[in-house]
């Protein structure tokens, strides 16, 4: 077994472990993958993952992104959530909004959108403010 | 966090995995690095619920508005799948209704059940006066907590008929039927917004066709089907409510030609869920599906494994319906479906041209939660595993080649449609051993609360 194969049995290993852990229905990571698309011109919006804690609590929903640098813009990330009173009807939770001031090269940016009680769903959007191509693509993991 | 003190009893590993609680919008993104998604059409994120409850409250019913859809046509009919919170018959407290749509005291059609004769009457007024029509069945007691399916048909032919689980009770063909009320909402699950009269129990599904009768009426095997959980044909459904929105606050949302008809749910309905509470993808069986991108490996040995509740019992239909399509070409796929003129779920399996086909035909009740692992040895053995037992197996020569395209819920040419909901579907390296399926199903029912004796 060589080198590289030895680091894709690591990685297995974790990813399975990761899977296994989630269908075993205790807080463990689960991880999703959002291809390669395009981050929209401000009114329209992206919405780069949802997740549905219909099943039970989630916590811990980290997310991060790449995006190339063909585009100078302001890129904002917001988090939308459903609420204990209202399930179907997503709010914009404020606290979690960022603004990326011209990525200038290609970038990662990583954030944090907390814990997803049961029965809720969240959104993450991603929008910027000038018109013009430029790639995306991301992670979502969460303890659930 | 928990500490995780159950494991899978076994190393795996993913090719695919599809968890539809990451369901966004039209996408089910991949839970594997470099996996591939599911683009949804039709198809959309839903729960494992059962259905709606109704208390017989006031508040207690779901209003359809009423629209140029379904007034005055020629034609109509509904099937509704329901279920009582205490048995009914002679002597009932008061009658319960299922559906109306009423514009005026002469101007209705309605089904509901009386509780002088405990009989369930599917009845329409005619506008002069008088009952145009009143069907009755043969029943006359409901059991508590048993599902019934029950189809309601009109037409201009004249032909009026009133099944019962896929038992014709009553019909006639003699009195001419006026065409639906100009008017008037239809009401599920009672009389009327604020009517004190409803149903007291679930209701799982309901299926309105109404337009002309050339184009929506039903013929017997439509009959035959529906009371087997199986939908008509898109053109004979505009309005399909199938209940698993599952969320307080959210609407029934109309799967059917008529489209934007949602159904608004009053304030004492609920959501019913048995122990499993789950998000899903939910197919309507008439023209959703779910395909992936390109590129998902099927070659070599692998298993397929579907976590489904089950939607219609699989009998013998007047369509196949697939359940998993894996898709290179002609000549390499692997197959999980229900077959026309076959009864229960078959696994087709072609590598290089070389094809076999297993079949097992014990068939699952409506809402049956199973487990449905196949594995695939290249040139050696298929095998069909349900809830971690063996049931069917064959030898097989064949080599699959080529990257696949997964369907769920279609064939690849856009048809063939399935109404099972998914809770889990994934493509495991390798295939399972007997062993090996038996304690991963083990391990799928615990972990998903699904209630399988294994």
């Known amino acids: 077994m060589g080198v590289n194969d030895t680091a894709l049995l690591e990685y297995n290993k974790r990813d399975i472990g990761f899977a296994n852990d989630k269908l075993d229905g205790q807080l463990v990571l689960t991880t999703l993958f959002a291809a390669s698309t395009v981050v929209p011109a401000t009114p329209a919006v992206l919405t780069l993952f949802a997740l549905d804690a219909t099943g039970g609590s989630v916590k811990d929903v980290k997310f991060a992104f790449w995006l190339n640098d063909e585009i100078a813009a302001t890129y904002t990330v917001s988090v939308f959530k459903t609420s204990a009173d209202d399930l179907v009807t997503f709010v914009q939770d404020f606290v979690k909004t960022w603004t990326i001031a011209l990525p200038g090269f290609d970038g990662v940016y990583s954030f944090e959108a907390g814990d997803l009680e049961e029965g809720l769903q969240i959104e993450i959007r991603v929008w910027k403010d000038s018109a013009g191509t430029n790639a995306i693509r991301g992670t979502l993991t969460y303890l659930g | ?454």
């Not at chain 2, 239909?317 to 197959?335: A, P």
Request: proline share 2%; glycine share 10%.
């Open chain 2, 1 to 454: 966090m928990s500490a995780g003190l159950q494991k899978t009893p076994f190393p795996i590993t993913y090719r695919e995995l599809w968890l539809p609680e990451a369901i966004n919008g039209t996408k089910l993104p991949s839970s594997k690095n470099g996996g591939h998604a599911l683009t949804l059409t039709g198809a959309s994120k839903q729960t494992t619920s059962d259905g709606v409850h109704f208390t017989g409250a006031a508040t207690s019913n779901i209003v359809v508005a009423a629209n140029a859809a379904q007034n005055a046509k020629a034609a109509f009919n509904i099937t509704i799948r329901f279920k009582l919170d205490a048995t009914f018959a002679t002597g009932a407290a008061s009658d319960q209704y299922l559906f109306q749509k009423l514009l005026a005291a002469d101007d209705y059609i309605k089904v509901f059940l009386e509780n002088a004769d405990g009989k369930l009457y599917w009845m329409q007024g005619n506008v002069a006066g008088g009952n145009e029509f009143t069907l009755t069945s043969t029943t006359v007691s409901w059991t508590a907590g048993t599902w019934y399916i029950i189809t309601c048909s009109l037409t201009d032919g004249p032909v009026q008929r009133l099944l019962i689980n896929g038992t014709l009770e009553d019909s006639d063909a003699v009195a001419t039927p006026v065409t639906t009320p100009n008017g008037g909402d239809m009401i599920i699950g009672s009389s009327s917004d604020g009517g004190v009269d409803g149903l007291i129990g679930v209701i799982s599904f309901v299926e309105i066709g109404v337009g002309a009768t050339a184009t929506v009426a039903l013929v017997a095997a439509d009959e035959t089907d529906l009371a087997k959980g199986i939908p008509a044909a898109t053109a004979k459904v505009q309005y399909l409510y199938l209940m698993d929105e599952g969320r307080l606050g959210a609407t029934c949302t109309n799967r059917g030609d008529a489209g934007v008809a949602a159904g608004t749910l009053d304030s004492a309905c609920t959501w019913a869920f048995g122990s499993c509470k789950r998000a899903c993808l939910s197919l309507d069986g008439i023209n959703d599906y779910a395909p992936s991108s390109l590129g998902v490996n099927i070659t070599g040995d692998s298993s397929l494994v579907v976590v489904v509740k089950s939607k219609n019992t699989q009998d013998t239909s007047l369509r196949n319906s697939m359940m998993g399509w894996l898709y290179v070409n002609g000549n390499n796929y692997i197959s999980l479906s229900h077959a026309v003129a076959f009864s229960g779920t078959r696994l087709s399996v072609n590598g290089s041209g070389v094809i076999k086909t297993i079949a097992y035909s014990t068939l699952p009740a409506i809402d049956d939660y199973r487990i449905y692992i196949a594995t695939v040895r290249r040139a050696s053995t298929v095998n069909l595993f349900v809830n971690g037992t063996l049931v069917t197996t064959g030898t097989w020569a064949g080599i699959i080649v080529g990257a696949a395209t997964a369907y769920f819920g279609e064939y690849h040419t856009g048809a063939e449609f399935g109404n099972d909901e998914y809770l889990f579907a994934t493509i495991i390296e390798g295939a399972l051993s007997s062993k090996q399926v038996l304690e991963y199903s083990k391990w799928l029912n615990y972990k998903m609360r699904l209630g399988i004796a294994i």
